[in-house]
């Protein structure tokens, strides 16, 4: 389905039977059928139908992001279009039998549990996706590299070090935000007995789906498995996913990126003693009802350990969503192989987000068995991978347009040529 690297690029769709289908075959006559939708859908629905000419009406009901309204049963499939039109969602509404029924779902829904969106997952924004991944530059991520693996012995979850490493992240993230009233960075801070290390989180907010999010994170912490006496660089685990990701970050102010969804990048605390920082991230979404759409993992990406380029870990993972990032490794990286292994367990933090329910992803950098061998040792260091980024280079374009695909959006600055093209 690949046409040229920058041309128009296929439509991929994934959504679910269509909730009006079933009722549409059901008889000629039009009957009333009582549907909840998502309050942040209403107004593009409502738009979508004075177009035509036609009215939605008002909710008889509405609560904590969730309406209740009457409408003909003939008005479903244009309400299923505009929401996939407008909102890129699969039909992105329940229908319910009766009043009672929808009423009760609004008032069920006071719960955490978001009105979780089913996504459309569309490859429809290559001139976004081109723009972000051709200013990816090898320099730069082999200098976040050294700068995580250098200026501490180690990035430990509860030595001084490690919370130095998260406050001088921060700071970077800071400058590279520019500025920009729409971009925040603050730490996340845990109970001491967690993480004493915070994360650190960037967030651009959406400019039209603010309340849909899409994740991006790699992990902060470094550790040495022989104690906390000991240099753990880090590298590679996972110097190498945070450095990819603040290039993306970078290249996103740089081209004036402005997602239609929310974007968080992430760096976790203290992943290395059991995901602490992204669980306990991943349940503080959960619980306060944040509509995580899809998470995107970065823990080792600099060691070329198999014949392939891009390993998808399929266990712990959201099957739908590994697809569509095979989608676009086949559609924006050409010449870049992929397949899949498992890791048997939650090796990383995508578990964390896959526990509470979120569609996560891992690219990972080898086979199970065939990865960076030095991981957890002193000997973690850039020096195993050449004293290069190059491997990194094709994760952070991956992130990029798996940012420009999920989040949408446009930048004001097209795309240029990067290092790898130039041979700068
Ligand atoms: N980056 C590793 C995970 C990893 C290592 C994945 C090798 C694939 C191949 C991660 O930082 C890690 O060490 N995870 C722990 C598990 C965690 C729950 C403490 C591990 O794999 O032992
Ligand atoms: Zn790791």
Known sequence: MRTTKF?????????????????KDKGAQDKEVWITIGTDAQEPARAAFRAQG??????????DGVAALRVRESQLEKLAEAM?????????FISHDTEAQALAAVEGSTSAQPLQTLIAYTIDNGTTANSLMSGVLESNIRST????????????YNLQSGIDAANWLKSRWTTLANGRTDVSVALFTHPSTVSPQPSVILTIQGTTLPNEVVVLGGHLDSINGSGSSYSAPGADDDASGVASLT??????????????????????????????????????????????????QLDMTNYRGSSYDIVMVSDYTNAAQNTFVRNLITQYLPGVTATSTTCGYGCSDHASWHNQGYPASMPFEALMGQDNPYIHTSSDTLTQSAGSAQNSVKFAKLAAAYVAELAKGTTT???QPTDADTGR
Request: charged content about 20%; proline content about 4%.
């Open 413 to 415: 600055i097209a795309l």
């Open 247 to 296: 290039e993306v970050i970078r290249v996103a102010m740089a081209k004036g990126y402005k997602p239609a969804r929310t974007v968080k990048f992430m760096a976790y605390a203290a992943e290395e003693i059991g995901l602490r920082g992204s669980a306990a991230i991943a349940s503080q979404h959960k619980s306060t009802g944040v509509n995580v759409v899809g998470v995107l």
């Open 145 to 156: 590299i050294t700068s995580l693996s250098t200026t501490w012995t180690t990035r430990r």
């Open 7 to 23: 041309g128009a690029v296929a439509l991929l769709l994934m959504c679910a039977t269509p909730a009006f289908a079933e009722a």
């Open 54 to 63: 036609q009215e939605l009406p008002a909710p008889a009901r509405e609560k």
């Open 84 to 92: 996939h039109d407008k909102l890129n969602r699969c039909a992105g």
